[in-house]
């Protein structure tokens, strides 16, 4: 799956409302068996961990090799 961030959903966090796929500007969030999970590439606009603390962000290596650059 290509994109900036792996989407991890914590799993007793999460109880399926569903804002964060309503909010992914990307459609990239999805709901399966009562969780969110991550069905396309997100490109860290940041919105679903704002949103709601089930959601943390893990940028992709290559992501977090430029940001090192900064
Ligand atoms: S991750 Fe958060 S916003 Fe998304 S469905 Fe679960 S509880 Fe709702
Ligand atoms: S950070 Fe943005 S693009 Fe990535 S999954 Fe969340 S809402 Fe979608």
Redesign the pocket.
């Known amino acids: 799956m290509k994109g900036f961030a792996r989407v991890v959903?914590d799993p007793v966090?999460?109880?399926?409302?569903?804002?964060?796929?309503e909010?992914c500007p990307f459609y990239s969030?999805e709901?399966k068996d009562g969780?969110?999970f991550q069905s396309g590439p997100c490109f860290l606009c940041g919105g679903?961990e704002a949103?709601?603390?089930?959601?943390r962000l893990e940028p992709l290596l290559e992501v977090r090799e430029l940001r090192s650059l900064r």
């Open positions: 959903v966090k999460c109880d399926g409302c569903g804002k964060c796929v909010l969030l709901i969780r969110a679903c949103l709601c603390e089930a959601i």
